[in-house]
């Protein structure tokens, strides 16, 4: 969806995809290439989280996010222990590790790591997404 030109406002949370490669981008070269050129010539950033000990959504595929898109890619990472730790059955049995930043895992606290994230996302989209007069 990056290379949308109406997509300026990337957001990636917890990217799992290819489950059988915990460093792959599930991206061809050539895609590669063109969403790194895209970012960078429309000043785009991606934000993305995950929680450290994500078992689907690793820290290599973050690694792998950032030597694709450099100083774009804004990874974020919290700590396992910030997770909500009563999330539905479905993530509780069958996810089985920390995983959904803003949804299953997140805990509706003010002040929390995982509602501060929330609002983090929010906020990057409403800076991006608000229309700004001419010139600016």
């Known amino acids: 969806m990056a290379l949308e030109p109406a997509v300026i406002a990337p957001v990636v949370n917890h990217p799992s995809l290819p489950l059988d490669d915990p460093g792959g981008l599930e991206l061809d070269p050539a895609d590669a290439r063109a969403v790194r050129d895209r970012l960078e010539r429309d000043g ?3 934000l993305a989280y995950r929680f450290e000990g994500d078992r689907w959504c690793t820290g290599q595929r973050f ?13 974020r990472v919290l700590p396992d222990a910030a997770a909500n730790p009563t999330p ?17 895992h997140l805990v509706d606290e003010a002040g929390h790591p995982t509602l501060r994230a929330r609002d983090e996302i929010l906020t990057f989209l ?5 229309p700004h007069p001419p010139g600016r």
């Not at 920390?98 to 299953?104: C, D, E, G, Y």
């Open 44 to 46: 785009l950033t991606v």
């Open 63 to 75: 690694a792998a996010y950032r030597a694709l898109l450099g100083r774009a890619f804004d990874g």
């Open 88 to 104: 539905p059955p479905f993530f509780a049995d069958l996810v089985g590790t920390p995983h959904s930043v803003v949804t299953a």
């Open 126 to 130: 409403t800076d991006r997404l608000r």
